[in-house]
């Protein structure tokens, strides 16, 4: 943490004087390649709005569907909203527009839906927070392979 090796060395028991120690930068730009969506006009899901509130997540998602061309990967923080914003993406969404992947929706495994997502061009992936899995190296790829992440 903060180029310094202090807190795993402790963590694991090691003397400084027994690791060799380097940083090496992120090949990834975090300030040309990711984009960060937060909206503050959407209606206050606290107050029980929640149907107002998928509604206008999924008024963004086609928006920013179209600016990026699909190739999105969209987290929610439940699955019932994740079905639901997948129910009314689906009927707004036309086939030869963009092919709608959805964790728990669409058959498969969780490296069979990042594979399908990968292969299409305009393609839209939800999934909840969990479908990227405890490791940062799924997200990390996704990242890498130039797909944008927005999350609900």
Do not use: W
């Not at 129910?87 to 069979?112: C, D, N, P, V, Y």
């Amino acid at each position: 943490m903060n180029g310094s090796f202090s807190f795993m060395r402790q963590r694991l028991g090691l003397p400084k004087e027994a690791v060799d120690t380097k940083v090496i930068p992120s090949p990834f730009s975090y300030k040309d390649q990711v984009q960060l969506f937060i909206p503050n006009d959407f209606p206050d899901i606290r107050f029980g709005n929640q149907e107002e509130f998928i509604a206008a997540t999924c008024e963004a998602i086609l928006s920013l569907a179209e600016i990026t061309k699909g190739r999105m990967l969209v987290l929610f923080t439940s699955y019932e909203m994740l079905r639901k914003a997948h129910q009314l993406l689906k009927e707004a969404i036309l086939e030869q527009e963009f092919i709608l992947i959805a964790q728990g929706i669409t058959s498969g495994s969780r490296a069979r839906l990042k594979k399908n997502f990968q292969s299409f061009d305009k393609a839209i992936l939800l999934g909840t927070n969990s479908f990227l899995g405890r490791s940062g190296h799924s997200r990390a790829r996704f990242i890498l392979s130039g797909h944008r992440t927005f999350a609900f």
